[in-house]
């Protein structure tokens, strides 16, 4: 019934297992990938049918996680799942990725490739097990892929690489980076970083590179053991005549003049010899339907930009190969906003605002591993008119939700610590204009919209992304690239970081993979443009730590734990007395740290003033300005600090023998009181001792002679 095969291999810490055979035995292709105790299902199903309309490879990856994975139940009405998180998104993505590299070119069949997590031991992140899973069931699907790719995460702390380190290492990791690749060379890379230096992340990829090479081979060998037969690829009517000599000198001209264009009439004049070429071709002996001009007149276009680039050593717009595009950046942009900027670098644009709030205002995040908070927030919009197009405008897109959190890992690690800046912060980039990585101008004019607000950020940082054009034995790295150089290159590299270091970089890979050679030099490269790049920012701004005048004003303080009952009172009553009275917000955690906000500078300095005298011990001797709150035969009770009162026995009322405490005092009077002493715990008060005009203590030796 069951034709149970599996690979098992030691893999550092942990035993990494493939097996196939036990369930979703219906899919073309079905693994189950355990590392650790965390377990993810992977299937693989595609069409037997060519789709004629596409020309390029159709694969859906759709990574989701089950709550039951680590004994949860869902929040929420329903409680079941519900629209893919962040996180899954994001890790859709990281897996699309490299597939689409070892596909081949004619392989235009529609294919499925869902991965379910099952088990988590909230250890072993699923993503690296998600990633093995999705290259073992489609090598052994039959569709004709041209190897496996192996993936592995890779950490860095005090000089050593961990590999697939725990999110409990990874919280002091200099780095965390995922890469995969093939036996022979890296196809994507994706990573987070605290601004570490270029030859770090370069040993990292090849210290990675070197450990994924079990996994490929363990996927190789279950290949083996089932003895899957390949998919036959038919190639599509797409006959190939771009290569014609007259085709090429009638719209090589042509097109090298197009691209010397703007974005805008660049595309209209392309659309309009786009139709020319279809008429022509239409119209020819042989009739070509109309898919198939389209088809080959992309390749002329990518043939004709290419070779131009490679033959006359300048880009379609004239750059030079390193050169950085026109930078303008403006800060303060809009006027009610608490910080807001917009970065301009040549035809891609970003409108960044920065808002402040209070810890009220901290993202929840309801995740399998359990529910935290997240108090920085970057939300990256790409409307259609940025290229000039009609779409669909609604809920944020796949690409929106990762180029998004791309720049929020670029940025996040120069933000101030807590206790330094207790504000929740959130970044809205807004595209406007769009010809190349919006992504790493998003990146450039969320740090200046962050300092606008005045946000003490530790360094500054900014993006760059890099393109390469590999034709033969010759390659050319590109720097800041333009949509085009994108689309009809080789790799996307986008690399973020500070003048001290990388924060973040991303690579997606268009060929079979690049050697550590031009990793090596387009990762210099990229740090002589972004170098470029700050310098330009810095002119805007080169540094503001006060906050907007329209954003709430903010500050902590650490109390002891025990205190904090104290501060809260019974049912609340203490800390909502406070907030109603100065008009302010408090928020305290577990630790003691408490947060006091108000849109008022003067309410914020009040509340802390009585959060202090709460939490403030009383000192023998000391003078404090108090509030007769009840009087009695024997004395006054005077609330002198915080919450404390103490008793003012009629004989230290005066230096005078009085009859009634009346006489000298009422509830509701303001006095000065010395703190004496105490008896059974009870705070024992002094009027007498204190001049009631200036709050000076008076000695009880004159007072004495006096008497």
């Not at 004989?651 to 000298?664: A, G, P």
Request: proline content about 3%; hydrophobic content about 35%.
């Amino acid at each position: 019934m069951f034709n149970i095969n599996k690979e098992k291999i030691k893999w550092d810490k942990s035993i990494l297992s493939i097996e196939t055979g036990n369930i979703a035995r219906q899919a073309d292709g079905s693994v189950v990938v355990s590392y650790g105790d965390t377990t993810v299902l992977c299937t693989v199903v595609f069409s037997k049918e060519i789709n004629q309309n596409l020309d390029f490879a159709s694969i859906n990856v759709n990574y989701q996680e089950r709550f039951y994975a680590t004994g949860k139940i869902p929040g929420g009405f329903f409680k079941r799942e519900g629209r893919g998180t962040e996180k899954e998104i994001i890790t859709s993505r990281l897996i699309d990725r490299p597939l689409r590299s070892i596909f081949p070119e004619s392989f235009h069949n529609e294919t499925q490739v869902l991965i379910t997590v099952i088990s988590n031991d909230r250890i072993n992140n699923p993503d690296i097990p998600s990633l093995i899973g999705a290259s073992a069931a489609l090598y052994i699907s039959g569709i004709p892929i041209s190897e496996p790719i192996g993936g592995a995460r890779i950490g860095y702390k005090k000089g050593e690489y961990i590999l697939n380190p725990s999110k409990e290492e990874l919280k002091d990791s200099d780095l965390d980076l995922v890469l995969a690749g093939t036996k022979d060379s890296i196809l994507m890379v994706e990573s987070e970083a605290k601004e570490i230096n270029e030859s770090i992340v370069l040993e990292a990829l090849k210290f990675g590179h070197k450990k994924i090479q079990p996994v490929i081979e363990a996927i190789i060998k279950l290949g083996e053991k089932i003895q899957i037969k390949k998919e036959i690829v038919k190639n599509k009517n797409h006959e190939e005549f771009f290569l014609q000599k007259n085709l090429i000198e009638n719209y090589k001209n042509k097109l090298v003049e197009i691209y010397k264009l703007t974005k805008k009439e660049r595309e209209n004049e392309i659309l309009k010899l786009k139709g020319q070429f279809i008429n022509v071709f239409s119209n020819t002996e042989k009739v070509y339907d109309e898919n198939t001009i389209i088809t080959n007149f992309k390749k002329l276009e990518k043939k004709i930009v290419r070779s131009q680039i490679m033959t006359s050593s300048k880009r379609i717009d004239g750059r030079n190969f390193e050169d950085i595009r026109q930078i303008d950046s403006k800060v303060g942009f809009l006027p009610r906003t608490h910080g807001s900027s917009l970065f301009t670098r040549g035809e891609t644009q970003s409108l960044a605002i920065t808002t402040l709030g209070t810890s009220q205002d901290e993202q929840i995040i309801d995740a399998i591993e359990g529910e935290y908070k997240e108090r920085f927030i970057l939300n990256y919009n790409f409307p259609p008119y940025s290229v000039g197009e009609i779409g669909r405008v609604g809920s944020p897109k796949r690409r929106e939700i990762g180029h998004g959190k791309l720049a929020w890992k670029a940025i996040s690690s120069i933000l101030p610590k807590i206790n330094d800046f207790p504000y929740t912060i959130r970044i809205v980039s807004e595209i406007t204009e769009s010809n190349g990585s919006s992504s790493m101008a998003t990146v450039c004019s969320g740090v200046l919209s962050m300092m606008d607000a005045g946000v003490p950020i530790t360094n500054i940082v900014a993006g760059i992304a890099m393109g390469l054009i590999i034709e033969n034995e010759k390659n050319i790295i590109l720097s800041d690239i333009t949509g085009e150089e994108d689309y009809l290159g080789d790799m996307d590299f986008k690399i973020a970081g500070s003048k001290n270091g990388i924060t973040a970089l991303q690579m997606d890979i268009k060929t079979k993979g690049i050697t550590f050679d031009i990793i090596e030099k387009s990762l210099q490269q990229a740090k002589n443009g972004r170098e470029h790049i700050i310098k330009e920012m810095t002119k805007t701004l080169k540094t503001n730590n006060e906050v907007g005048k329209y954003a709430p004003k903010m500050t902590t303080i650490n109390i002891p734990q025990e205190k904090i009952r104290e501060v809260i009172g019974s049912g609340g009553k203490t800390i909502k007395d406070i907030c109603e009275k100065t008009n302010s917000k408090i928020d305290i955690s577990n630790e003691g740290l408490v947060k006091i906000s108000s849109e008022e500078r003067q309410n914020m300095l009040e509340a802390l003033k009585r959060v202090k005298e709460i939490v403030m011990e009383p000192e023998v001797g000391q003078i404090y300005k108090g509030k007769v709150v009840k009087i009695m035969e024997f004395g006054a009770f005077v609330n002198f600090l915080g919450p404390r009162d103490g008793l003012v026995h009629i004989s230290e009322l005066t230096q005078e023998r009085i009859r009634k405490v009346n006489d000298i005092i009422k509830e509701g009077d303001i006095v000065y009181v010395q703190l004496v002493g105490f008896d059974r715990g009870k705070a024992r008060l002094s009027m007498k001792v204190v001049d009631q005009k200036t709050g000076k203590s008076v000695s009880r030796m004159s007072i004495n002679s006096e008497e």
